[in-house]
């Protein structure tokens, strides 16, 4: 490849689209009653209605309906008086009834925006993304092709089917086309992803974990001549599976398409799928010749007519946005910038909150989690909220302040929680964790440590209190860290006639 | 005396009486089935053992003393369009050979709640799709008043089942007139009710806007009395209409139309329409004016594009239904032979799996869908329905109910029109705007055209949700007719089986 990404941008502008299957966290399936619990044995959350059993037929999911309509009105979306399901007409053995029940030209919700924020080389920008719709759909079963290279069912030598995947409910938000983010394409549509996840997390209506596939994004990406005005082709990239693959993914798409533009060729209609090791986009199926889904309205369901009160009265129960959430925690925390956006990126303000609420100082609860416990999570590559709860954080924290232990002693409880040794207090006696504070028992200790060093005890008398630091060592290593540090100074200065 | 020439309602008195039990009434009719079905084909699955036992927890629950619902221990043909679990259900069709389904359909778990005896599944077009039920992938069903004629379809095994006195009760689908054409051609009785007032949840879809299961019998008080057992709001239908079911059994026993005004709709009757058809349609309208009603004509300018709208909603509907047959998790498999693809074993199951009158309708719908051509088609389709519907509000403006023949002809002869499948459709002229519409269609029998000795249906429609009034108005008929012609029309049929 010849030109990289500041090239390209120098010469192309590009247009964004993207897309966002969200599948939301109902009990039960979008048309039956079947659990939606994830990783549970195959086939084992089915019914005849959600395998298409001849005769079957769908009822819709109320509280799905009710989902949706918090999403639209959280996107500031229009809430449609009369939507309908349709159903999209494909066949794949994955898909039960060879059609998809979806929402096709009536959809729920239509006509909204989010605004998000980005810093730009002129400091803060906010970009206003302009919603197109959101719809409500079936998801389908899953694949797993077993044999071929690929992975793929073009290959294999056969397929295993599961259809605990098939009929859960799935809302897709589709944007309008995004024009002038130029540079800063990848931010924004990183930007404009984790904005609609914590607003989604915030409104409890799916997990919206990336990685297990309850938020996906199709990321589509057309770029023009500089100047041109003119829209170029674009390409649709599928499997981005995490918030910095969306970033990773709209980069990588432009310099693609800017490098095959500047050697005369022509991009093609199609979807890509995103490479996690690579970075990069593999071609996959063609859209050139559009695919015909013969739509038609769902003849076994009846339409979608939410009454305006009710409307109403779910628009009342919208939690706080997000935006303005961490705009008011920034402010009442006085959080610096870089740190406050350390904490968004790292996904972790949602879990610091939490803890301050269970009385945990911000500042302390902060460090703990952005430091000792994410270096603990990124050594075993798991997130850090998986590894301990706020509750336990909050008390290793408020055992702090009561003396009871020490910043060394607290990072061996948080080790002992996360090893399931059992809550703080648990993992304190078991390994007899006390902080050492009968000053008698210190006192021995210090008598020791001058005996040793008596020279350096002799400086200290001379008023080189510095030289303290080598002899409250010594104190701290015989009393097996278990001592207060600060405890351990002001009984030895004191014994030494400087205090 | 044997049960076999029994009504229902005679049957239900004799084993409230304790006169029988319904195993004798269910052997009885086991044994006629035995005697008879070799000639008559009505059945594709005689459930023997089954039937037994459900007479047997019957007379048990008698025995103890329990109060059982009216029909109970009285025995049933269900056509094979109906899931009942456990047995096979085949709709007619090779696809399904060997299917045992895991659930009941509603009108089965309401039959089983009623303590009918499900005798066993009778034969149909495939699919419920034809008019004679010749398109049966197991062979024709005959006519019991003459063995080389069609029974009428798709749902000719239950009425033949019925004429042939191998049940006194029977389950239809229709779609087009499924219910109505079969019931005219035979004798019997049948009634298509409102749409959404029986669940169609386990009825295998052809057209899901259409289709609706109904009760048939040899007279209006059995019909009534089946109707009222199978009826009711079903959460799992989301079609079905949550209201009261209404009282037709007592319309049925009204014996009274004194003031009702029934309107014979114009466009149904004239040209193309059989002599005798039209003599004894107009000799029951004479029998209605000497019970007290009053006629008047009304016209239905939009039903000249029924027909023609009824070929497109149709077969779009069941192109997407008809999808879910794939091999990939039910019924029959061809060519999977480990090197073939999903797709070509999908492609070989389709071609030897379904008949010719499915693909024909499989192919006409899936054009009709097809991206510029929905408008023209399936959208004018629909169009032609709500001007359908409006005709019939209009009509319905000046008459309680309207009449027409149910059919254009008797019974023709096996093979006569296989080959001409126009011939075929024009059959349910008469029948199909009230599936367009969505209100009940009653047929009765009202003589024997005098040309070739063949029973003739009497059809009458009510608006949506007044089914009871077709009861009234066909029971009243009903007795006038009898009154008339000293014994029930059923009694002048042929005997069967060996003499």
Redesign the interface.
Known sequence: MSLNYEQAIEKYEPTLGLEVHVELNTKSKMFCGCATEFGASPNTQTC?VC??????????NEKAIESSILIGLALNCSIAPFSRFA?K?Y?Y?DM????QTSQYDEPICVNGYLDVTIETDGGPKVYRIEIERVHMEEDTGKSLHVGGATGR??GAE??L?DYNRAGIPLVEIVTKMIPGTDKYAPEVAKAYVSELRDILRSLGVSDVKMEQGSLRCDANVSLSPRGSGVLGTRSETKNVNSLRSVERAVRGEMVRQANLLEEGGRVIQETRHFQEDTGLTRSGRSKET?E?Y???PE????PVAPAADWIESLRATLPEKPSTLRKRIQESWGVPDKEMAAMVNADLLDTVVATVELGADPTKARSWWLGEISRLANESEVTPQSLITPADVAEIISLIAAGELTDKLARQVVEGVIKGEGAPREVIDKRGLKVVSDDSALMAAIEAAIAAQPDTAERIRGGNIPAAGALIGAVMKATGGQADAAKVRELLLKHLGQA | MSSIFKSASEIANSLTAGDVTAVEVAQEHLDRIAAVDTDVHAFLHVDTAGALAQAAAIDKRRAAGEKLPALAGVPLALKDVMTQEGIPTTCGSKMLEGWRPPYDSTVVAKLKANGVVILGKTNMDEFAMGSSTENSAYGPTHNPWDLTRIPGGSGGGSAAALASFEAPLAIGTDTGGSIRQPAAVTGTVGVKPTYGAVSRYGLVAFSSSLDQAGPCARNVLDTALLHEAIAGYDPKDSTSINAPVGKMVEAAKKLDVKGMKIGIVKELSGDGYQAGVKARFNEAIEALVSAGAEIVEVSAPNFEYALAAYYLIAPSECSSNLARFDSMRYGIRVGDDGVKSAEEVMRMTRELGFGKEVKRRIILGTYALSSGYYDAYYGSAQKVRTLIKQDFDAAFAKADVLVSPTCPTTAFKIGEKANDPLAMYLNDIATIPVNMAGIGGMSLPCGLAEEDGLPVGFQIMSPAMRDELMYQVGGTLEAALLSKWGKPLLSSAPALGAK
Request: aromatic share 16%; glycine share 6%; charged share 15%.
């Open positions: 005849p395998l298409g059993l001849p005769g079957s037929l769908p009822a819709v159903r007409n066949f053995p039960p009834k060879n059609f069912i073009h056969y397929s089917l559009a015909d013969r739509y038609f003849p076994d369901l009846v």
